[in-house]
T-cell receptor, first 113, second 111 residues
Framework: NAGVMQNPRHLVRRRGQEARLRCSPMKGHSHVYWYRQLPEEGLKFMVYLQKENIIDESGMPKERFSAEFPKEGPSILRIQQVVRGDSAAYFC???????????FGPGTRLTVL | GQQVMQIPQYQHVQEGEDFTTYCNSS?????IQWYKQRPGGHPVFLIQ?????EVKKQKRLTFQFGEAKKNSSLHITATQTTDVGTYFCAGPLQGAQKLVFGQGTRLTINP
């Protein structure tokens, strides 16, 4: 059973470009979570999605950030017009139920030049 | 608001010394989970505790869930360099509809 997959693993963007991060949850998991982690800091919750629905986006910046989890295909975290402060590791996790164990992907390391 | 707090934020020990991290919730938890993140890696699930007063062991790691189900601890006996990393606790806070993670305790070890 493949784990949570994220791609790309590393992404370099120039200021003003768009970043698209993809996450495929574990098989049988319909709950997906996105976290941001700055170097040497903790996990900052961004958004929680179920298939085709955003359940909780309380951690998402109001502008430039969006997330989706379509009926078919991976969950996407999209950052428009990236700035240097967006440089971070972005982790995706999935679970069977909202309070069940979360399984994390390897993360996408975003660097904004 | 409802929170999960972890202390200490950082801990540096000599190899062979013991280490403990504490997790406290503002509300009662139905369960508490612990995760470990190695440097450069991603969080990995370690264990889940469900019952009041529950104690579980994994080799040199001992996990406890408080009687009131509002706090938990992770104790490592005789640390080794492989224990280096950040340890997170997480719990499903009432009404939160998801796990809430503590800030983590970052453990570094002097060999």
């Amino acid at each position: 059973n493949a784990g949570v997959m994220q791609n790309p693993r590393h992404l370099v963007r120039r200021r003003g470009q768009e970043a698209r991060l993809r996450c495929s949850p574990m098989k049988g998991h319909s709950h997906v979570y996105w976290y941001r982690q700055l170097p040497e800091e903790g996990l900052k919750f961004m958004v929680y999605l179920q298939k085709e629905n955003i359940i909780d986006e309380s951690g998402m910046p109001k502008e430039r950030f969006s997330a989706e989890f379509p009926k078919e295909g991976p969950s996407i975290l999209r950052i428009q017009q990236v700035v240097r402060g967006d440089s971070a590791a972005y982790f995706c996790a999935s679970s069977k139920t909202p309070t069940d164990t979360q399984y994390f992907g390897p993360g996408t390391r975003l660097t904004v030049l | 608001g409802q929170q999960v707090m972890q202390i200490p934020q950082y801990q540096h020990v000599q190899e062979g010394e013991d280490f403990t991290t504490y997790c406290n919730s503002s509300t009662t938890l139905s369960n508490i989970q612990w995760y470990k993140q190695r440097p450069g890696g991603h969080p990995v699930f370690l264990i889940q505790l469900v019952k009041s007063g529950e104690v579980k062991k994994q080799k040199r790691l001992t996990f406890q869930f408080g009687e009131a189900k509002k706090n938990s601890s992770l104790h490592i006996t005789a640390t080794q360099t492989t224990d280096v990393g950040t340890y997170f606790c997480a719990g499903p806070l009432q009404g939160a509809q998801k796990l809430v993670f503590g800030q983590g305790t970052r453990l570094t070890i002097n060999p």
